[in-house]
């Protein structure tokens, strides 16, 4: 069957030529794409990836016009890479979310213009939430456009003082990021995000964090809280069951059941975290204890042919 990874990181090149001589020139590299990204989605059975540009650092521009020019060459390099390796990838659009009508027409520029398949953002933009009325213009134009939100977390930096990371374990990634996914995905729940935008599909990286793993607390806040000041139309389950989605990056057999079981397999997507190093092989899924060979083909290509609109299997 074919295998479609929706967790997938990297960078391009032209966004250091771009930041040259600003505070963010230290920022643009990282992960480039080149020949061993392909020998590496080939030795774990992947046949498309859809890339991301995560870290989201270009949140920090205040200059407009240069915040403009980094995700234009961000999504320009995207372009370029899926062009000449049709077959084996895909991309979502990075966008400037300082500026929320920028981010509406980059979002809108990247699907119709560069065949970019969506949005990846982070959990909030210099501290605030996404879930407030300002971000509208963006969220809107997802909407319209019918395509994939993917959320990547960065630590819950936000929410926790960076000095409560400071422990051994690694805990402001182990910890920090679910973290920062649950409480990203629970204010669009609470504040009305998803009663505004209906169509919203928005992935949640790691898993959906740990908003499945304790959902029932989270589905009855607005019944039993007098105090919740919830603004959603409709319990917490229905979006967890049509807007939310959650990649495999949950590590176990257990882990697996428990997020189709919580949220349905329809809101379950492969996604690996590649190229770090995480244990999401492709065996994960294919030789699960209790899903359905049918479930098995939803998980790993099956809704992502639909939400990233592949029509047809890779070819490799």
């Known amino acids: 069957m074919t295998v479609i990874d929706v967790h997938a990181h990297c960078t391009v090149d032209g966004v250091a030529e771009v930041v040259k001589g600003t505070p963010f020139e230290r ?3 990282g992960r480039a794409l080149g020949p061993d990204r392909i020998d590496l989605i080939d030795s774990e059975g992947i046949d498309i990836q859809a890339l991301t540009i995560n870290g989201y ?5 205040q200059d407009r016009a240069l915040a403009g020019r980094i995700v234009r060459a961000q999504n320009e390099g995207l372009a370029r890479w899926v062009s000449d390796h049709k077959d084996r990838f895909v991309a979502l659009s ?11 027409e980059q979002l809108d520029y990247g699907v119709k213009q560069l065949g970019l398949r969506g949005a990846t953002i982070g959990g909030h933009v210099n501290g605030e939430s996404l879930s407030d ?3 509208d213009p963006f969220w809107a134009k997802a909407n319209e456009l019918g395509v994939i939100v993917f959320m990547h ?4 930096d936000n929410i926790v003082k960076d000095t409560a990371w400071k422990a051994r374990g690694d805990i402001g990634n182990i910890i920090g990021n679910p973290l920062e996914t649950t409480y990203f995905l629970s204010r669009l729940i609470f504040d009305g995000t998803f009663d505004k935008f209906p169509k919203l599909k928005v992935c949640g990286a790691h898993g959906g964090g740990y908003l499945p793993s304790y959902f029932q607390r989270t589905e009855v806040a607005c019944d039993v809280r007098g105090n919740a000041m919830c603004a959603n139309k409709k319990h917490p389950r229905e979006y967890l069951r049509s807007n939310i989605m959650a990649d495999t990056m949950v590590l176990t057999d257990e882990g697996l059941r428990h997020l189709v079981a919580e949220m349905g397999v329809s809101q379950v997507v492969y996604g690996t ?4 190093n995480w244990p999401v092989p492709v065996e994960m899924i294919v030789d699960h204890s209790t899903l359905t060979n049918d479930q098995k083909v939803q998980i790993l290509s099956g809704n992502l042919m639909r939400l990233l609109k592949i029509t047809t299997p890779a070819t490799a």
């Not at 990075?94 to 509406?104: E, I, M, N, R, Y």
């Open 57 to 61: 650092w270009w949140w920090e521009v």
């Open 133 to 135: 009325p300002k971000f």
């Open 153 to 156: 977390p960065g630590g819950a």
């Open 273 to 276: 975290d590649n190229p770090l």
């Open 94 to 104: 990075s966008v400037s979310l300082q500026f929320p009508d920028l981010a509406a």
């Open 27 to 29: 920022q643009a590299g």
